[in-house]
Nanobody, 125 residues
């Protein structure tokens, strides 16, 4: 059974930075995709980024490119989402997810089978 645990969320002022972590147990993350999603109150879940051995690292939305970076540390079985120049509209619960059915990334949540519990990111002055 794969388990994912996110951490690193919190309250940050606009323009600040946070690094989210997604630690896996039960399976190595080396080959399978790890996606990051977020969901703000009253909004649909949104794909943020993904990293896989097949696709490399991807940041989906134009509004996040140049600000968000996804990386992995295979030795720690952990994937990171570095978020810089944060804006109030980045406020959301952030989730990581993975699947054993594919080696490819996808922007849709249905592609993934295992999800973490989420970590709250609040950007406010």
């Amino acid at each position: 059974q794969v388990q994912l645990v996110e951490s690193g969320g919190g309250l940050v002022q606009p323009g600040g930075s946070l690094r989210l972590s997604c630690a896996a147990s039960g399976r190595t993350l080396d080959y399978y995709p790890i996606g990051w999603f977020r969901q703000a109150p009253g909004k649909e879940r949104e794909g943020v980024s993904c990293i896989s051995s097949s696709d490399g690292s991807i940041v989906y939305a134009e509004s996040m490119k140049g600000r968000f970076t996804v990386s992995r540390d295979n030795a720690k079985n952990t994937v990171y989402l570095q978020m810089n120049s944060l804006k109030p509209e980045d406020t959301a619960v952030y989730y990581c997810a993975t699947t054993q059915r594919s080696l490819r990334c996808a922007r849709v949540g249905d592609h993934y089978d295992y999800w973490g519990q989420g970590t709250q990111v609040t950007v406010s002055s």
